[in-house]
């Protein structure tokens, strides 16, 4: 009997142990507010084997969850388990978010417009970033309809909001198809001109959030060329090509390879690492494309970017300083997360040979970026 016992402990701790790992959701609870007189909550999404976590709040990617090569669950976006800790911004302000209506940076948080010049928020060392003060990533956005695998979000950013002109209309789209893809799409529209320029800014970490560096992840950029910047970020106006420096992706590469550059190089000083602007080496005006992938070696996780944009931010995970922790209670450390960015150029308002970003009554502006995950 007592054999059978310790028979049947055993075999119960080896299933526990070969068990793979599953998805744990957020309490719905942590994310009901209100904010700015609207309601916010927390929305789960499945398709495939994916499944994400959605706050309107900032229309932010809360939770993404995806299988390792062995099949254990892993989230692989950085987050916070409730509304309040995103409320505070306690650390790195765009976490999972919608960013716009001007998604990068603009010079001095100036532009000019039919001959009017506009001056935006400055907070982020003398430039506008992400739209301003109160970007999309901190404004309640409106639930249009929810399904078992997409979201539909609305929001009227009005006229003079963060001083842009133009009472700018926008629908977003958050879909989870069977062949495992996040989808974004973006529409908008304005009843004056102005510039929009609109993104997704979710941090991953292919290993998990909290897990490691991601300068070990294997990443390639179909780009070409990309837009030097100064030592505020700002593109100089320069198209580089990025042949011969850290910053060519194309055969793809360990992160961290480039950076060993990093004391020499000055495009990698300015922008304390990857901070940069990508353009992509398209086949089309309009079709999507593939534009980047990366690669995780131990856990075999594989994500490929798609897009219709000419361009693609890749950010390095710079500014982490591991002063606060994620919603699974790890730290977020330096260069443990990256962003992929699709988008129009940054500060194109200010550089007429740079793709427009105007938008004018009676256009739409879309916009259609991809993740799609495997293991290999």
């Given at each position: 009997?007592?054999?059978?016992?310790?028979?049947?402990?055993?075999?119960?701790?080896?299933?526990?142990?070969t068990q793979p790992k599953q998805?744990?959701?957020?309490?719905?609870?942590?994310?009901?507010?209100?904010?700015?007189?609207?309601?916010?909550?927390?929305?789960?999404?499945?398709?495939?084997?994916?499944?994400?976590?959605?706050?309107?709040?900032?229309?932010?990617?809360?939770?993404?969850?995806?299988?390792?090569?062995e099949g254990n669950m892993e989230?692989?976006?950085?987050?916070?388990?409730?509304?309040?800790?995103?409320?505070?911004?306690?650390?790195?302000?765009?976490?999972?978010?919608?960013?716009?209506?001007?998604?990068?940076?603009?010079?001095?948080?100036?532009?000019?417009?039919?001959?009017?010049?506009?001056?935006?928020?400055?907070?982020?060392?003398?430039?506008?970033?992400?739209?301003?003060?109160?970007?999309?990533d901190m404004v309640v956005w409106?639930?249009?309809?929810?399904?078992?695998?997409?979201?539909?979000?609305?929001?009227?950013?009005?006229?003079?909001?963060?001083?842009?002109?133009?009472?700018?209309?926008?629908?977003?789209?958050?879909?989870?198809?069977?062949?495992?893809?996040?989808?974004?799409?973006?529409?908008?529209?304005?009843?004056?001109?102005?510039?929009?320029?609109?993104?997704?800014?979710?941090?991953?970490?292919?290993?998990?959030?909290?897990?490691?560096?991601?300068?070990?992840?294997?990443?390639?950029?179909?780009?070409?060329?990309?837009?030097?910047?100064?030592?505020?970020?700002?593109?100089?106006?320069?198209?580089?090509?990025?042949?011969?420096?850290?910053?060519?992706?194309?055969?793809?590469?360990?992160?961290?390879?480039?950076?060993?550059?990093?004391?020499?190089?000055?495009?990698?000083?300015?922008?304390?690492?990857?901070?940069?602007?990508?353009?992509?080496?398209?086949?089309?005006?309009?079709?999507?494309?593939?534009?980047?992938?990366?690669?995780?070696?131990?856990?075999?996780?594989?994500?490929?970017?798609?897009?219709?944009?000419?361009?693609?931010?890749?950010?390095?995970?710079?500014?982490?300083?591991?002063?606060?922790?994620?919603?699974?209670?790890?730290?977020?450390?330096?260069?443990?997360?990256?962003?992929?960015?699709?988008?129009?150029?940054?500060?194109?308002?200010?550089?007429?040979?740079?793709?427009?970003?105007?938008?004018?009554?009676?256009?739409?502006?879309?916009?259609?970026?991809?993740?799609?995950?495997?293991?290999?």
């Open positions: 009997m007592k054999k059978f016992l310790f028979l049947a402990l055993g075999l119960a701790v080896l299933t526990s142990c998805v744990v959701l957020l309490d719905q609870s942590a994310f009901e507010a209100t904010v700015d007189g609207k309601q916010t909550s927390l929305y789960t999404l499945t398709a495939g084997d994916i499944t994400m976590q959605v706050t309107n709040f900032g229309a932010r990617v809360v939770t993404l969850w995806t299988p390792d090569k989230d692989i976006v950085l987050g916070y388990n409730n509304i309040d800790t995103y409320l505070n911004n306690p650390g790195e302000r765009f976490l999972g978010a919608c960013v716009g209506r001007y998604a990068n940076r603009i010079a001095a948080g100036k532009f000019t417009l039919d001959g009017k010049e506009y001056q935006l928020s400055t907070y982020n060392n003398g430039q506008c970033l992400h739209g301003g003060d109160k970007g999309f409106d639930v249009v309809s929810v399904s078992d695998n997409e979201i539909v979000f609305h929001y009227l950013s009005p006229d003079g909001e963060e001083n842009f002109p133009g009472n700018l209309d926008v629908t977003m789209t958050y879909t989870l198809t069977p062949e495992n893809e996040f989808k974004v799409t973006y529409l908008a529209t304005t009843d004056a001109p102005t510039y929009c320029n609109i993104s997704h800014h979710s941090f991953f970490n292919l290993k998990g959030e909290g897990n490691g560096t991601i300068n070990d992840h294997v990443m390639t950029i179909n780009g070409s060329f990309n837009t030097p910047i100064d030592s505020v970020y700002i593109p100089t106006g320069e198209i580089a090509s990025v042949e011969g420096t850290p910053f060519d992706f194309r055969a793809g590469k360990v992160i961290g390879e480039g950076l060993k550059a990093e004391q020499e190089n000055e495009q990698l000083k300015n922008g304390a690492g990857y901070d940069h602007n990508w353009i992509l080496d398209r086949k089309s005006e309009n079709e999507i494309e593939f534009a980047a992938s990366v690669w995780e070696p131990t856990s075999g996780r594989y994500m490929e970017v798609w897009t219709d944009q000419p361009a693609l931010q890749f950010y390095g995970g710079n500014f982490f300083d591991g002063s606060t922790e994620g919603k699974w209670g790890r730290t977020l450390n330096y260069r443990e997360s990256y962003a992929l960015e699709t988008q129009l150029y940054p500060d194109s308002p200010n550089h007429a040979h740079f793709p427009s970003t105007r938008l004018n009554p009676g256009e739409e502006y879309t916009h259609t970026c991809i993740y799609k995950f495997a293991t290999k």
